[in-house]
């Protein structure tokens, strides 16, 4: 064994000459470090006589040192890791503004549909990309879950946790064990989470439709500022509602006390007697923008072309419609609204599955009621109808909406996207339209990257149709096509929003044409009435149905809703009444939003004017 005298002098061997590594110390960012014989003795020295100092000591120092090589904001080291992404010049500015001005707390409040998804990703990116940030929380209302989930993942491949998942909720502890968490404010708010959440650290927090923070009194508001943080970004097009107190209580979760106490903001800055005109405009102008950016539509490129929505209305065959009543009566016979037990062992979200792949395709069902049929969960009685469904689904004859799509598509030779939500439903298509002579090319979440880019250069040269799934065509820039049909229709309006913006977004020059396909009597066929109708959904701007959904019940989302009436409803007159009354819901949820919308604009264009 040497002894620490030979230890030594081996190392002073090793150090003879002056030498020098590159050392990838930052990710994307790799510097020359030179070694000198001279200065480092000096440590090895004190090595060999145990003078060190401590592990936390030399943790903090090599974070001080990646900091100091890391570029500076101007350079956006996030940019070379997005896909599908190109973000806008206004959008790289408001990054590199939060970044360097705003000290990674602001309030994001650009007009509905600028993107300001975009803007905190790429904002998150910059300082997980620099060792500034590992611990995150999104929250957001239980309808985007799924969405920020899907965007972080397929633009910045980001994977973040849901309390829905398996793996979250069998955990022990699992606001220690995974780094990046997405929750709905009211998941996070309960009784039987708060304290959890109110113990862990999060170096940042992203609250979306931050407006819901408005009032300070609310449980939500009281989560949020209690939370331990260091960036927290708040999202909304819309942060004041009835009151400017309510900017006051969204900008003190950002920087308490930057507009001092609420007393003393109502006193400087509320004209007495009108809570929503601003006095001391100048000075409040001066604060907001310490913490405020909004962008404005009408400043920047945004969309230019406009979109046109077609439905199509049609008919079942006998034997489809039969069927159709066939199963949905049984969906209603163990559906329970509200349930969160089970019938049988049936439970509310497959009934729901059954339901909506019925709207798509017989081919679609015929899995899933196989499938069932097989689990020996369910009563030996259930199981044998079951298989008796599955089997009379095989036997219907006539496919009335593929036979109405050939008529459609031989009205036009563009290029053309159809979706389905259903693998099984694109299956079908797919071979339905070869065999009618259509050269198609097919997208699908299950196909890997190299297939997918593959099958995107297909459609753009030689074929004329995509099929598509809706994971399939995340994260594609797809708008050197202009004719868009929905063979099926998803019960979350939102996705139906999303399908759209894969070809009515920036760079598209062409007006947009949607077909949407509407079998009579089916469920699909009552959302699409309720939605273009009551809404007019198809010439809302990008986010503004969310902004409308989001002021119906908060308990409940649009697809809950909608299957809460169907199985609820004893006949069609009543299935219209209750129908028509969620329909006036949507309508007051409108002239609501466009209310405020121009409260804010007006409000926000006196606070933030134009530069």
Known sequence: MES??????????????????RLEIVPGVVVQVNFSPAEDQVILDQMAQGKHGRASDLYLRRQALAVSLSPGF????????????EPLDYQLATVRHVLKNLRGRALLCDEVGMGKTIEAGL???????????????????????????????????????????????????????????????????????RDEVLTAEFDMVIVDEAHHLKNRRTQAYRLVSQLKKKYILLLTATPVENDLEELFNLITLLQPGQLETAASFKRKY?????????????????????????NRRSETSAIRSRRRADIIELSLSDDEMAFYNRLSSFVRGYYTPGLTGMKDGVNQFILRTLQREIGSSIEAVIPTLEKMAENQVYPEVLRRVLITLASQAREVKGRAKAEILLKLLRQFDEKVIIFTCYLETQA??????????????????????????????????????????????????????????????????????????R?????????????????????????????????NM???????????????????????????????????????????HLGEQLIEAKKHYQAVKELDERL???LLPDE
């Open 4 to 21: 620490p005298e030979n230890s030594t002098a081996s190392s002073r061997n090793v150090l003879a000459t002056p030498e020098h590594s």
């Open 123 to 193: 904002i998150l990116m910059e300082y997980l990309m620099r060792g500034l940030v590992r611990r995150v929380l999104v929250l957001t209302p239980p309808s985007l879950v799924e969405q920020w989930q899907q965007e972080m993942q397929t633009k910045f491949n980001l994977d973040f946790i849901s309390y829905d998942n398996q793996a979250f909720k069998s955990h022990p502890h699992p606001l220690r064990e995974f780094p990046r968490i997405i929750a709905s404010l009211d998941t996070a708010k309960r009784e039987t989470h």
């Open 503 to 535: 070809i009515h977004r920036l760079g598209q020059e062409r007006d947009v044409r949607i077909y949407n396909l509407s079998a009579a009597g089916t469920v699909e066929a009552y959302i699409l009435e309720l939605l273009d109708a009551k809404i």
């Open 270 to 294: 509320i004209t007495r007697g009108d809570p929503l005109k601003p006095k001391n405009a100048d000075d409040l102008k001066r604060l907001v923008r310490e913490v405020m950016v909004r």
């Open 428 to 501: 079908f298509l797919a071979r339905w339209l070869r065999e009618n002579g259509f050269s198609v090319a097919e997208l699908h979440g299950n196909m890997r990257r190299q297939e997918k880019e593959e099958q995107v250069q297909l459609f753009a040269s030689d074929a004329r149709i995509l099929v598509s799934t809706e994971t399939g065509s995340e994260g594609r820039n797809l708008q050197f096509c202009s004719h868009l049909v929905n063979y099926d229709l998803p019960w979350n309006p939102m996705r139906i929003e999303q399908r759209i913006g």
């Open 538 to 580: 198809f010439q809302l701007v990008v986010g503004e149905l969310d902004m409308i959904l989001g002021n119906l019940d908060q308990k409940k989302d649009f697809e809950e809703l909608v299957m809460d009436i169907w199985a609820q409803a004893t006949d069609e007159t009543d299935l219209r009444r209750r129908l028509d």
């Open 74 to 85: 101007d350079t956006l080291l996030s940019l070379k890791v997005v896909r599908g992404i």
């Open 604 to 606: 926000l264009g006196e």
